[in-house]
Every structure is written in structure tokens, then in C-alpha cells.
């Protein structure tokens, strides 16, 4: 009932489509705005994509050369280019990698942790997990050259988890297992490795990495053989050599000539100092300082006579060429930093570049919120004024109602003028000393009363402050007699001061309006009253014990007609009760 009422106020509606078409035309301009933002920002990450990827690809070809420098460089420029939070998180998570790697491949295993932590806040940005594998490889290398045997373990065990081949799991279980020759865990690295040595799990592309990690699998098998004095190491060795031999892998050769040259030191020393020999060529090939030092080492405690100062003064010049090495790393990567005007003029555009693009989206985005601003302002002056109207409009029907009512008051005080003057009359022409005469007039007099106690009730002012309920209460007991209970419920649940002040006037006038109604009818002799809360709104139930006909009811619906009207201004609703014997019930609905 209260959809149709809406529904038939036109205004109402007119204001609703107004409303509807001003809406859609908001969504249509925010929607334009955004595109167009979406279209910029698009286009300065693609041209950032593509200095981004120039950077790193002209790195790559710089650390396979390994000139660690210049990669170092262009690492660095790709990394100023991308903004991780939100985009480039995989260009950026590979450049740190790559810059741990250069550090670590430099023994610079301080600055290598460092770029890793860098990694960490990211991981979870990139599309591909096989950084998160390489992150925690590449700190398992870095804890186990600063001999953190724990932590080494811990992060090849959680990228062991993180291996998405056979292969990539081999490699691991190899990388374990050096950590578990520097603790003389030997047993257990031949339990683990004696299974993948029966297989040799190849790689998914490259044979020659199938063949490097097999190699390393059967040198470390050999080394715990020969820790455990088992002759079965000699045999692993030799597997070893024949597959690194034919590979030329210096790096791999330079480990397996050092183990079988400990196999031989004791039974055939002569052949023990071979295979040194042969690392010490090794070591030369690869040019690494630190393995020519120690197979130096080595040559000169099996050396003697001419051989023995030749090595002497090989150890002492290599010595002073690795501290001199070592003095010069500490300023590698500053001197690229700070020191080259090349490099400073690179950094000092490239960052000029990114601030250009940063403030031209700075501005674009400023234009979108001062945009968003007006057509929000605009929008909601827009919605505003329809409910403004709206409110008027309704604000204007009750001062109307009230107004009715006034006149109505006018219209009876007349009428009681009339009576008054017909029972003045009445008393003048008749002899009240007769008793019927005198009931009459009586009855006259009566009438006079309750209704100039109706009228004055009916347009007495109505207290609507915090003593509305004691006016409320005072008027409903006013209809009470010695016939009639009046029973009474949560009226004093209902928090009145929080209730709007017309809608407390019009409470009680309709209250008002049907106890007079109601008590017409002689036969009453219980009237229950109740007030709750439900969903928001207050409910209010009248019901009595009256036994009136089903025409009278219909008739005393006809007379409520007042109430009803009073009822919907406020978008309230009233349910007359089924009529039956034990008597009759109404209730009506305000919401808060």
C-alpha cells in the first residue's frame, strides 16, 4: 500500500527519473575520465617497459662476460625505472638477483645479502616463481661461504620445496650435500646421493648441465668414500674426471684433481703431485686466484729443489696480487657509483626522465580529482534538491491537514453556539420543574459539555518535548471509567525525545480521534493499548472487547477515515483487524 502511494505521486516520480538521468550522466563522465587516465598511465609504462628491458638485456650480455661493472650499471638503471609496488615487479625482482649474483660471484657476500633483502617484499608481486627458488639458492651460497652452515640448510631445504623438476631437485640435493661434507655428515650424503648416481636425471634442455651436476653428484660420492676409507672413491673420481675432461670444465676439474690427488697422496705420492699439477693448470685456465693459491700450496709441500722455488715465487706473487684484488673490491662498485662522469651524467637523466614522468601523471591525476570533485559537488546538489522539494512538498501537505483541522474546530464551535442558544430556549419555555423536562435539559447540558471538552482537547497545544509521554499518558486515561479497563503497554520502552515532533503530534491526535470514536459504543469494558519496536518502526495496537455488528464496524471504519489519512503523511500504514466476536482490533505503523 505504501509502494502505490509513492507511485501515484507524480512529483515523486518525476524527481526519481530526474534523478536516474543525472546519475547515469555522472557514471558516464567518471567512466570517461578514468579511461582516459588508464590510457596515460598505459602509455608511460610502456615506455618505460622498453627502456627497462633494453637496460637488462644490454646487463646480461655484460655479467656473461663477466664484466660485472658495466652489468652492475645497467642493473641499476633498470631497477630506477621500475616501481615494484605496482608494476615491474618481475623486472625488478631480477635485477636485485642479478645484482646479488655479480656480488657474490666478487666474494662480496655483505652487499650480496643486502640486494636479497631487497628481493623479499616483492616475491610475492612476480609472475614467476622460480625467483623465490633463486632467491633462496642464491642465499644458501651466500650462508655457506660465510660458513653459516644453519642457515644454509635452512634455505636449500626451502628451495628444495620450491624445485619444480627432478632436475632442479638434484641440483639442490647436491648443494646439501657440501654443506654436509663440512660437517663429516658422510653416511647420510651417500644414502642421499648413491640413488640419483644409478639415474643421472638429465635436464629438460641443456645436456651439459645434465652432465656438470652429475659429475659434482659422483666427485662428492668419491670424497665420502675416501673420508670413510672406502676404495669405491677412486672409482667415482675417475666417472667424474672422464665426464669434466670432456667438457673442459676448469672449475669442476680443479675439485676432482684435488680429491684424487689426496686418494694417491698416501700410496703413490709421485701421481698424487700429477694430479695437483693438473689442477694448479686448472686453476690457471679459469684465472682463480684463490684455487692457484691453494694448489701453490700444495705443490710447494710436494716440491723440492727447482720445483720448489718456482712454486715459492708463483704463491708469493699470486698472494700479492689477491690483497691487491681484495683492496681494489672494496671500491669496485663505489667508483661506478660515484666517481665516473659518464655514469653520473646516465644516472643524473635517467632520473630526470622518471621524475618528468612521475609528474606528468602527478598532473593528470590532480585533473581527474578536481574533475571528480565538481561532478560529486554537482551530483549531489543534483540528488539534493529533489529530496529538498520532496520534503517541502510533504511539510507542506501536514501544515495543510493541520489547517483542515482547524477549520473543522471553527465549523464546531459555531455548531456549539447554536446548541447552546436552542437549550437556552429550551429552558426558558419549558417548566423544568417537571421531571422529564428536566432530564431533557439535562441531557442538553451534557452534551454542551463533553463537546466543549472535545473541542478544547482536540486544539489544546500538544507538548512534544521530553514530558510528551506524561501528556500522552494523561490524555489516554482521560477516556478511562469505572466501566471501562484501560490497559496500557511499552509506552515507556519508546524513547520519545528521539522521535520527530510531527510525527508525535500526529501519534497523538490519531489515539485521540479513536477513542472518541470508540466510545460510542456503550458495551466496551476493556481496551488494550501496546507500543513496540520492530525493524525501525513503531507499531502501535488497539484492540477491545466491543461487540459491535459487522455493519457498525464497517461504519466505524468510514469514521476513521481522518485517522488513516493522518497516518500516511507521515509514510505510516494501518491494518484494521478481522472482525470477530470477541471483539475489535486495528494497529498502524510509524517508521522512526
Known sequence: MKMLEIIKNKTFLKYLIFFLIILLIGVVLLYQLHRNQVIIIQQIKKNNSVEINKNITEADRL???????????????????????????????????????????????????????KVFPYLKKTSKPKYTYNTYTLLAYNYFFTYDNSDALLYHRKALRLAATPYKKSVIINDIALVYLRQKRYKEIIDALEPLARIKIKHETDSAKTDIN????????????????????????????????????????MSTYSSVAMVYAETNPKLSKIYTEK?????????????????????????????LKKYSKAYVKIIDSILSSRKQAKNQFSIIKYESKTDKEENLKLKAEKAENELLLQKHKNRNTISYIIITFTIAVLLLLPLYLFIKGEKEKKEAVFESEMRISKKLRNELTNKVHHTLLFAQNKDLQNDENKNQFLIKLDEIYSQTRNISRENSSIVTNENYDMGLKEMISGFKTPNLNLLVNGLDTIKWNKINKIKKIIIYRVLQELFYNMKKYNDLTLIILSFKIINKNIVITYSDNSSKTQNERIILKKHLENVENRIKTTNGTINFGNYTENGFKISFTFPL
Open 214 to 253: 652429475y659429475s659434482l653428484l659422483l666427485n662428492n660420492l668419491g670424497f665420502c668414500y675416501f673420508k670413510l676409507g672406502n676404495p669405491k672413491a677412486l672409482e667415482y673420481y675417475k666417472k667424474s674426471l672422464k665426464i669434466q675432461e670432456r667438457l673442459k670444465s676448469d672449475y669442476e676439474l
Open 279 to 307: 689442477q694448479y693448470q686448472s686453476a690457471c685456465r679459469a684465472k682463480s686466484a684463490s684455487f692457484k693459491a691453494n694448489t701453490l700450496g700444495d705443490l710447494i709441500r710436494k716440491s723440492e729443489g727447482k720445483e
Open 63 to 117: 655479467f656473461d662476460q663477466i664484466n660485472y661493472d658495466s652489468a652492475y650499471f645497467f642493473y641499476k638503471k633498470a631497477i630506477a625505472l621500475c616501481d615494484p609496488i605496482d608494476d615491474y615487479a618481475d623486472d625488478y625482482v631480477y635485477s636485485q638477483l642479478s645484482i646479488a649474483n655479480l656480488h657474490q660471484n666478487t666474494n662480496n657476500y655483505t652487499a650480496c645479502e643486502e640486494a636479497l633483502l
